[in-house]
């Protein structure tokens, strides 16, 4: 009931010493007809009738409900208070008469006008009030006895009036302590409040705030009493309140402890109560030892969070900005590159066959193919470096289309056999006859393909052995190029899909390239909506296992898609045995 009246309580009203007079008004005008209505049998009894004992009902409602709605829509009591107390010495002068006169118990209820005078007002001058109005009913009880019929008698069941009024002081007894100074002793749960920077803050089960320790006017700027029952929700920000809700059913259901964020509604300086802006605070929901206990949370200071939180939103912003000016200047570069690389293929060509005649030193032929097998490693260098760009910026566009997957390994295979028997290394495949086909970017899988088995042959000593495989597993193709070659430290493994990044396995660089392939055939295999997975050891070799859709990627077909090329996060797990192209780092296996 007080949490009800506490919202009726005008918002104005900012003293909190007024407040709760107000509050404790409201109720008591509230709850007063209820009263008067069980007393007003005694009129009956007294033979004044029922027409007159229920219209006597009605008029206390009326009255008294009326000076509670004046109070709470003009948050003052200055002429509802004294009109109240008239009122309740003009009940007790019927009341006594009806009863009997002095003579019956009814005529105890004369002390409650001081005793709940003292309730509401809390002053020594409320008491003084009320008592003169209770010796004024004693005085005029007299003159209304002549009102009634002859022969009203005292009945024993007026003693129901006066114990059902003590009943309801026995109720309030923590309320009149506090008035007597009982309460002025501060408790270990006052001081524990007193002393964390927070607000703390009581709610019953369904959420209604049932108490709001004094740090509110400090954090927050209001009054604690504004937060009181659907206070504190009303100011929370309508995004927030689904989690706010999730939270308190999460702590109805046995958790002990909910945290979020909520951007509430304050006043600003200089503002009205019901005018602010909103700001972030983190609430803190702990849930009760009990059922019967209230729920408890803690409001603290969001400011720093949310500013930490909005300078990382800008510094991913700049990253994602420096990689996509990264990327232009790499295909731009990459372009001017490839103008003056094809004149130098193709004038080394016309030297190599001595299209203008034979060499007079066979040292100069042996010159020109250097520099022919130097130029096609510069090109193969920038048209890797041409397609990471592209696929970084969202430029890169797929053109899938029905094929025959086991062409696409006959290709690579032919393409990367002349380089597997120059390190006497035996290239196999393991494709079935009824793969099928596939349907995806013909050129991006042969890509994959030929950049993983180059991998592949690059990294095996000579004398060991590559082999290419694939299967259909449901509506997925799996294909794989395996390897007995040196194989990846654990370590490094977080290492792999980044562009220009070579793992090495001692402080020189044994190995030619740009460190683009694996970070190629990333890009490529996310560009379908694939997965890659990798299997390696050092010394045991590797396994590189692709999974791509059989139908091709949803809703895309030449659509472009910008992929995150950069691998973030160095946990490595070994017991993991697939990863998602462009969604990590790629994980060893057992």
């Known amino acids: 009931m007080a949490v009800g009246c506490e ?23 509230l709850a007063a007809p209820f009263f008067i209505a069980g007393a007003a049998v005694t009129l009956v009894t007294a033979g004044i009738g029922a027409a007159v004992t229920i219209a006597t009902i009605f008029a206390a409602f009326g009255l008294c409900w009326i000076a509670a709605l004046l109070v709470a829509a003009s948050g003052t009591m200055r002429w509802a208070a004294p009109v109240a107390l008239l ?40 008491v003084l009030w009320g008592g003169a109005a209770g010796l004024a009913a004693i005085c005029l009880q ?49 001081r524990i409040e007193d002393m964390l920077d927070a607000v703390v803050v009581r709610m019953a089960r369904q959420g209604e705030v049932l108490d709001v320790s004094d740090k509110a006017h400090a954090i927050l700027g209001l009054a604690p009493e504004l937060l009181l029952g659907s206070g504190l929700f009303d100011r929370i920000h309508l995004a927030d309140r689904v989690a706010y809700l999730s939270a308190l059913a999460d702590l109805r259901e046995g958790a002990c402890l909910r945290k979020l964020e909520l951007r509430i509604r304050l006043p600003q300086a200089g503002t009205e109560t019901h005018a602010g802006s909103y700001r972030c605070l ?37 990253a994602a900005g420096a990689e996509i000016a990264k990327g232009r ?10 103008t003056p690389l094809n004149a130098i293929l193709g004038f080394s060509d016309m030297l190599l066959h001595e299209m203008f005649g034979p060499f007079s030193d066979p040292r100069q032929k042996e010159y020109v193919g250097l520099i022919r097998e130097s130029g096609q490693h510069l090109l193969s260098v920038v048209t890797s470096i041409l397609d990471v760009s592209k696929i ?8 899938p289309e029905p094929f025959h997957f086991a062409e696409a390994v006959e290709m690579c295979h ?58 259909r597993i449901g509506s997925h193709l799996h294909f794989w190029v395996n390897d007995t070659g040196i194989g990846i430290a654990e370590e490094n493994l977080a290492s792999l899909g980044k562009p ?50 059989v139908e091709g990627p949803r809703e895309r077909g030449r659509e472009s898609a910008v992929v995150p090329m950069s691998v973030t996060g160095s946990g490595l797990t070994p017991t993991y045995k697939t990863r998602e192209a462009g969604n990590g780092p790629l994980r060893k296996t057992a």
């Open 329 to 338: 200047f790499l295909a731009a570069v990459s372009h001017e590159l490839r």
């Open 414 to 471: 032919s393409m990367m056999r002349m380089q597997a028997e120059a390190k006497a290394i035996a290239l196999t495949t393991q494709v079935p006859a009824d793969i099928g086909e596939i349907n995806a970017d013909r050129r991006a899988v042969q890509q994959i393909l030929i950049n993983l088995v180059s991998n592949a042959v690059k990294f095996t000593p000579d004398g060991g052995a590559v082999g290419i495989g694939a299967k």
């Open 282 to 318: 983190a609430l803190e929901l702990m849930g009760p030892a009990g059922e019967a206990e209230p729920f408890v949370a803690l409001l603290r200071e969001g400011d720093v969070v949310a500013d930490l939180r909005e300078e990382l939103d800008e510094a991913n912003e700049a």
């Open 87 to 126: 009122s309740a010495s003009l009940v007790g002068v019927g009341l006594i008469a009806a009863a009997g006169g002095l003579g019956s118990p009814a005529a105890l209820l004369v002390l409650a006008l001081p005793v709940e005078a003292l309730w509401v007002a809390g002053s020594r001058r409320a």
């Open 392 to 399: 970084e910026c969202g430029a890169y566009t797929t053109e």
């Open 500 to 549: 220009f990044t070579q793992i090495q396995n001692g402080y020189t660089r044994a190995f030619e390239g740009a460190g683009l392939g694996l970070s190629l055939v990333k890009g490529l295999v996310a560009l379908h909506e694939g997965t890659m997975a990798i299997e390696s050891a050092p010394g045991e070799g590797t396994k590189v296992t692709i999974s791509l859709p």
């Open 7 to 29: 919202r009726l309580v005008h918002p104005s009203v900012e003293d909190e010493r007024q407040r709760l007079c107000q509050r404790r008004f409201i109720g008591a005008m």
């Open 142 to 190: 007299a003159f209304a006895a002549t009102l009634f019929p002859e022969g009203t008698g005292i009945a024993a069941w007026h003693w129901l009036l006066p114990l059902a009024w003590i009943g309801t002081v026995f109720l309030r007894r923590d309320g009149f302590r506090a008035l007597f100074g009982a309460s002025s002793v501060p408790t270990t749960e006052t």
